[in-house]
């Protein structure tokens, strides 16, 4: 398989490497997937990845892979989708995608984010992946539950549920402008009956911000959830000391949920 002119920009032993991995439908390529298909010396190897890396065929992701282009898709190079990267950082699948690019994701506002939150348990670092912001954040072990798994192209994505999204964005408000339009979109939300009540419930309670908790479970209160389905969330709190649901200490104490309620939120 050939391609018109290709001789004009490439050699041959680069236009055999591009014609197949184009006949093979390679989005990602790694050294191994060029030492697989090809009969190449490491320093062969090398030289070509060099060769195609200058003229945008291949751009790095990382040490060994990258990103093919096809030459139809011009001097820019292909686009790929952003949710691909997250799981070649991460063999061990102790990552998922969430915070505000999950906000998008699940239509919570329709705010177009910047940057690609990747929350792990092994690293915290900022990166610029092929023009696309990403910010990996170290998180324990505790907080890597209510996840889920979804399949693009033919990669296994790990994503925030939907559930466990909103307590995220209640959490990490700052990209939606603040906790009161964090607890608009939340009411709305539910109010919507866009999200499975039960797991948000059981979620919260395994949430290891106590403040968080104590706000979700205010905020579902006054929605008419009642303290039979809320206590799972009214256990965690129980036995936690009082905290304020805003910048002051003074306030009205609610007692069921151990925290000053000084505002409207």
Do not use: H
Request: with cysteine; hydrophobic share 35%.
């Amino acid at each position: 398989m050939t391609y018109k002119n290709t001789s004009k920009i490439l050699g041959p032993i680069e236009a055999d490497i591009v014609a197949r991995l184009t006949y093979e439908k390679k989005l990602i390529v790694t050294t191994k997937d060029l030492d697989a298909l090809f009969n190449l010396s490491p320093e062969d190897r090398k030289q070509v990845v060099f060769r195609l890396k200058r003229k945008n065929i291949l751009t790095p992701i990382k040490r060994g892979t990258y990103i093919f282009s096809p030459l139809e898709s011009g001097p820019s190079g292909a686009g790929i989708d952003e949710l691909l990267i997250p799981p070649l950082f991460f063999p061990k699948k102790n990552y998922y995608v969430g915070y505000s690019t999950m906000f998008n994701y699940y239509g919570f506002t329709e705010q177009l984010f910047q940057t690609v939150y990747v929350l792990n348990t092994s690293v915290s670092k900022e990166k610029i992946i092929c023009g696309i912001s990403y910010r990996f954040l170290k998180i324990p072990e505790s907080r890597m539950y209510g996840l889920e798994t979804i399949k693009i192209r033919d990669s296994e994505v790990i994503i925030s549920s939907r559930e466990r999204t909103l307590i995220d964005l209640l959490y990490f408000n700052k990209p939606v402008g603040g906790i009161d339009s964090a607890n608009k979109i939340f009411v709305q939300v539910v109010k919507d009956k866009k999200c499975n009540i039960e797991k948000l419930i059981d979620y919260t309670a395994c949430f290891p911000n106590v403040t968080t908790r104590k706000r979700i479970g205010i905020l579902l209160e006054r929605l008419g959830i009642s303290d039979l389905i809320l206590k799972p969330i009214i256990k965690s709190v129980e036995k936690t000391s009082i905290s304020s649901l805003g910048d002051s200490r003074k306030g009205n104490l609610n007692k069921k949920w151990k925290v000053i309620i000084n505002d409207s939120r």
